[in-house]
């Protein structure tokens, strides 16, 4: 499996940006999709996770403003970020696992939001 990001760019405060993470390989051996993001000198957090069968799962920092999702082919995924604000600047990543419980990692995209 290999996951190619695309999305990240400069916005500013109170804008919005959509990532995207294009899944190439065996989309069918996958159970999550998930982002992550990683500020300057700060640990990667989860943002938002989406399992099969379940609902999604959002930190509490963006609960209400980002939202998971992917097409029915699950292809892509993509995570809709809105009401942007300068905390969320970061490098997010798209993250799946398949049903071996082996992880994959998207190569990075920096979000830039400007206040």
């Known amino acids: 499996v290999q996951l190619v990001e695309s999305g990240g760019g400069l916005v500013q405060g109170g804008g919005s940006l959509r990532l995207s993470c294009a899944v190439r390989g065996s989309r069918n051996s996958i159970n999550i999709w998930a982002w992550y993001r990683q500020a300057a000198g700060k640990q990667r957090e989860l943002v938002a996770r989406l399992s099969r069968g379940d609902s999604p799962d959002y930190a509490d920092s963006v609960k209400g403003r980002f939202t998971i999702s992917r097409d029915n082919a699950a292809t892509t995924f993509f995570l809709q970020m809105n009401s942007l604000n300068a905390e969320d600047t970061a490098a997010y990543y798209c993250?799946?696992?398949?049903?071996?419980?082996?992880?994959?990692w998207g190569q990075g995209t920096l979000v830039t939001v400007s206040s």
């Open positions: 993250y799946t696992q398949d049903r071996w419980f082996k992880d994959y």
